[in-house]
């Protein structure tokens, strides 16, 4: 949804379209929870990381490696590092700490909330529905103790 200006996307991670049974199983259960939540595709390592870096990039160049949380830009620095990349930062707490602004982008979304798709990006709006029906509620049976037992009665709930 969102990218630096002049930046490489190379995924450390690509989509896992495999079709054995184990995969086919695995992308299932992951596309009902994790894709469903988060809006993340099933993926697997991408086997030709380095070597895709590697044909945009000399090992002397100057990288900043980058991902939404910074989990997979530590990997991916961890990986450069091992095939001989010496000039690399890493922002490890991930772009999603930045403020609007740091770098010029690409894209409709600010950077921090690029790689936030699925219901969590309602997450906030959720919980506060949630919260707010919850401490009705307890404030209900605190405040009005009769009243609320006969409202859980006619909805056949008993306390």
Avoid: M, W
């Amino acid at each position: 949804r969102a990218h630096v200006r002049a930046s490489a996307h190379v995924p450390l991670y690509i989509e896992n379209e495999d079709n054995d049974i184990g995969t086919i199983i695995k992308r299932q259960a992951h596309n009902n929870f994790a894709g469903l939540f988060y809006g993340l595709s099933f993926t697997k390592l991408n086997r030709d990381f380095t070597k895709t870096v590697r044909s945009k990039f000399s090992p002397e160049s100057k990288l900043l490696v980058v991902c939404q949380e910074g989990l997979r830009s530590t990997a991916a620095a961890d990986a450069l590092e091992r095939e001989g990349f010496q000039n690399l930062a890493c922002i490890t707490s991930g772009l999603q700490t930045l403020k609007p602004g740091t770098f010029e982008t690409v894209g409709k979304a600010e950077l921090q909330n690029a790689g936030k798709a699925g219901l969590v990006t309602i997450q906030g709006k959720i919980s506060i529905v949630l919260g707010t029906v919850l401490i009705t509620l307890l404030l209900l049976i605190t405040v009005f103790p009769d009243q609320a037992e006969q409202i859980f009665e006619s909805a056949g709930i008993k306390l």
